[in-house]
């Protein structure tokens, strides 16, 4: 009788496994990494219109739908903050789902819930039985849920794609579009503001201005409607079909992809399966019960904590900064001019800071992100944000008084080196520095407590900014600079207890490198009534240009 030789087997399944890997860790750069930045960053693009747009849109609405022209407090606040509470739940849940059913068959999910709320936005009434300011709250809370899936998502799809040699610039580039997003939102209100000036300088009503905020908001739609059919036919990646679906040969088709340009989907009568860690509660459990990897997700979650307490608290409400300082407010006499300049002082400004702080920030943070390294960065990043969130701290009324560009220049400071810094970082080393089986949902556990510091941020700084002053006299502004300048010095400390991840396959950094054949275990799998001598296989030819 002929003995079979079963070791053989494993020994090729370990040498795929690495050969595969390396074809992807190693790839030159070539169109489909481009095509994947594309995709992702369209979405990233999409997110930051639709959270920033209402930061603009929020005091159109209030003209129309508020008593005495102007949103309250708690309106304002509840506009601004249910998008962050989606966007938490949806980090969460998309991030555990990308880990369960796969990265590709979530993709284009939470883009299809950001277009159907946006729509729902656009389309929202108001009557004696409905409020709009409710419907808009549900429908951005909604809306939030599809971006939190878009963190997650994104970043690991396009980490696990990436070659090792530029993964922080592809990865970086795809969280830059935030800042043209940012900059196209107040751009279009700036030109629809423009568009519809005549009618809004001479109504009484301002009834032109729901107009105004309803194309804002639906314009964002376009992008997001672009980019989803390309969502939809992205391929798994090599690494989930390889280390959680543990299918090796449908793996190896994955990572030719990204030569090729060519998919094609293999069913196996015969599968040779690589046997890894399998994710469940008691593995996640005992990952997490290390130090060592604890001590990473604890990092990664809290310094982007600390970094979204500024960062939200200043983006979401830059028009507030930039009227306390003058530079929104309207000095004409009559009461139409006066809401159309006032709203269109308030565009212009969003439009310096993005062009002056925000996107310098994030492209200077892409030219250096694989060179100096994502530690560095986010170090640096946190020292300069508690230098300058001191002085605008303690420094606040003598430079509101007296020198009001530098004021201006400083706060253009701080959006530059929160981009070119940890609000770059804390978005790619959670896309790198955890197992494949749980990478998604510890993503979506570091950008979910992220979000719930801007949840702090805007309840906070919404409760705070008027202490010691009349309402809207921001009194406390001053204050809340110092509040900042505390979180990004703790941020500082949490940066510490991350290691570096520049240069590094994302096997490496989790321990899945497997050089002793020791993570892996392999297995000859047969399915009930085929024969294992003969390998035969069904292939399906889905072969598409993605």
Not at 59 to 71: E, F, L, P, R
Not at 121 to 136: D, E, K, M, R
């Amino acid at each position: 009788m002929a003995t079979v030789n079963t070791h053989t087997p494993e020994i090729n399944s370990a040498e795929r496994r690495r050969a595969a890997l390396a074809e992807v860790d190693n790839a030159p750069f070539g169109w489909y990494h481009v095509k994947t930045c594309l995709i992702a960053g369209v979405g990233f693009f999409t997110d930051a219109y639709d959270i920033f747009a209402i930061n603009l849109c929020s005091a159109m609405i209030g003209t129309i739908y508020s008593k005495g022209g102007k949103v309250t407090a708690n309106q304002d606040l509840g506009l601004k903050v249910a998008s962050p509470v989606g966007t938490l739940v949806g980090q969460l849940l998309f991030g555990w789902l990308a880990d369960v059913v796969g990265r590709k068959k979530m993709y284009g999910v939470e883009l299809m819930l950001i277009l159907v709320a946006t729509f729902g936005q656009v389309v929202a009434g108001h009557g004696p039985g409905v409020n709009i300011f409710g419907v808009l709250i549900l429908w951005r809370f909604i809306m939030g849920i599809g971006i939190g899936g878009d963190y997650p998502l994104s970043a690991i799809i396009t980490s696990e794609f990436a070659a090792t040699k530029f993964r922080g610039r592809m990865m970086n580039a795809v969280f830059a579009m935030q800042g043209f997003g940012q900059l196209s939102a107040a751009v279009v209100a700036t030109i629809v503001l423009s568009a519809f000036k005549s009618a809004i300088e001479r109504q009484a009503d301002h009834h032109s201005i729901d107009y105004v905020w309803r194309i804002v908001i639906g314009i964002g739609m376009i992008p997001g409607a672009i980019a989803l059919y390309y969502r939809l036919t992205i391929p798994e990646t090599p690494r989930y079909t390889m280390d959680v679906e543990r299918n090796l040969e449908q793996a190896e088709q994955d990572a030719d992809f990204i030569k090729s340009g060519k998919f094609e989907r293999i069913e196996d009568r015969v599968t040779q399966k690589v046997e890894v860690p399998k994710a469940t509660r008691r593995d996640f459990m005992r990952y997490y019960s290390k130090w060592s990897n604890l001590k990473v997700l604890i990092g990664t979650s809290y310094s982007w904590f600390a970094l979204d307490i500024a960062f939200y608290g200043l983006g979401l409400n830059s028009s507030i900064i930039l009227t306390n300082i003058g530079f929104g407010s309207s000095s004409s006499k009559n009461p139409n001019v006066k809401v159309y300049e006032t709203l269109f002082n308030a565009c212009v400004g969003n439009i310096i800071l993005s062009v002056a702080g925000l996107i310098p920030g994030y492209w200077v943070s892409f030219a250096l992100i694989d060179f100096w390294g994502r530690k560095p960065i986010q170090l640096m990043g946190f020292i300069m944000l508690t230098i300058i969130f001191v002085i605008l701290g303690f420094g606040y009324d003598a430079l509101t008084k007296h020198s009001v560009g530098a004021f201006i220049f400083l706060y253009c400071l701080a959006n530059f080196f929160q981009n070119f810094g940890p609000n770059s970082t804390t978005f790619i080393i959670p896309g790198e520095v955890f197992p494949t089986r749980y990478r998604s949902t510890s993503h979506g556990i570091s950008a979910a407590s992220g979000k719930l510091g801007a949840i702090i941020a805007q309840v906070g700084f919404a409760r705070l900014k008027d202490i010691g002053g009349a309402t809207g006299s921001g009194a406390f502004i001053k204050h809340i600079m110092e509040i900042f300048a505390f979180f990004m010095l703790t941020g500082i400390f949490s940066t510490l207890l991350l290691p570096e991840t520049k240069g590094k396959t994302l096997e490496q950094l989790n321990g899945e490198e497997d050089p002793e054949d020791e993570f892996v275990h392999h297995d000859h799998e047969k399915h009930s009534g085929s024969d294992l001598g003969s390998g035969l296989r069904e292939r399906k030819n889905a072969s598409a240009d993605v």
